[in-house]
């Protein structure tokens, strides 16, 4: 069957059109996967420094504390677990649905924190009412060291896990870019060749 050249041009600019169009639309979703990988990371990054932050505030906290204790001076550090910035951030949080749809150790740890701060704040309390600096001072070492301690240690779990998701991000994002990469030069490969060999078709018929 003989095919017109008119017929072959328009074939052939169909081919080509079509493979433009897989590699824009290859192309736009890759860049969105990447823009939502790296918007992630950022964010993620950004979770980390802040709770290293906080983390060195109740320190300084409880660093105020133990000198209030020493020094017969009332404290006048913040007692409510739900008003220091941790946790504002931290009851914030637990109402979104990005904590809702957390899984595994992430979420675990997350919950393990409130116990923790609770009586971290919670043993302030104590050695307020305590009556003799003994007693307050075995309230420090006893319930305000300890609570302190196991909370750094879900922050820098917890810090650990947000790690292993960052770096996941990062993988797939450079397998991301491989792909796309490859995708581009096999489709302006095709489009070159398909040019190529009815360009010779077409005009050999010509000729």
């Given at each position: 069957?003989?095919?017109?050249?008119?017929?072959?041009?328009?074939?052939?600019?169909?081919?080509?059109?079509?493979?433009?169009?897989?590699?824009?639309?290859?192309?736009?979703?890759?860049?969105?996967?990447?823009?939502?990988?790296?918007?992630?990371?950022?964010?993620?990054?950004?979770?980390?420094?802040?709770l290293k932050s906080k983390?060195?505030?109740?320190?300084?906290?409880?660093?105020?504390?133990?000198?209030?204790?020493?020094?017969?001076?009332?404290?006048?550090?913040?007692?409510?677990?739900?008003?220091?910035?941790?946790?504002?951030?931290?009851?914030?949080?637990?109402?979104?649905?990005?904590?809702?749809?957390?899984?595994?150790?992430?979420?675990?740890?997350?919950?393990?924190?409130?116990?923790?701060?609770?009586?971290?704040?919670?043993?302030?309390?104590?050695?307020?009412?305590?009556?003799?600096?003994?007693?307050?001072?075995?309230?420090?070492?006893?319930?305000?060291?300890?609570?302190?301690?196991?909370?750094?240690?879900?922050?820098?779990?917890?810090?650990?896990?947000?790690?292993?998701?960052?770096?996941?991000?990062?993988?797939?994002?450079?397998?991301?870019?491989?792909?796309?990469?490859?995708?581009?030069?096999?489709?302006?490969?095709?489009?070159?060749?398909?040019?190529?060999?009815?360009?010779?078709?077409?005009?050999?018929?010509?000729?």
């Amino acid at each position: 069957m003989n095919i017109t050249i008119r017929k072959k041009l328009i074939l052939t600019l169909s081919i080509i059109l079509t493979l433009i169009i897989i590699e824009a639309a290859t192309t736009t979703l890759v860049e969105r996967r990447s823009d939502f990988l790296t918007d992630e990371t950022i964010r993620l990054y950004n979770e980390t420094i802040f709770l290293k932050s906080k983390l060195i505030d109740h320190l300084e906290w409880m660093n105020g504390l133990l000198e209030s204790v020493t020094g017969g001076d009332k404290f006048t550090g913040q007692i409510d677990p739900t008003q220091c910035d941790f946790g504002k951030w931290y009851y914030s949080y637990k109402a979104t649905g990005e904590y809702s749809s957390l899984e595994g150790k992430r979420k675990e740890l997350i919950d393990s924190m409130e116990g923790y701060h609770s009586a971290l704040h919670g043993s302030a309390a104590k050695i307020g009412s305590a009556a003799s600096q003994d007693e307050k001072l075995a309230v420090y070492k006893n319930e305000t060291k300890t609570a302190v301690g196991k909370l750094q240690e879900l922050f820098n779990s917890y810090m650990e896990e947000i790690e292993i998701v960052m770096e996941s991000y990062e993988e797939e994002l450079n397998r991301f870019n491989i792909v796309s990469s490859i995708v581009e030069i096999s489709l302006m490969a095709m489009i070159f060749i398909i040019t190529a060999v009815f360009g010779y078709i077409i005009f050999g018929g010509i000729m």
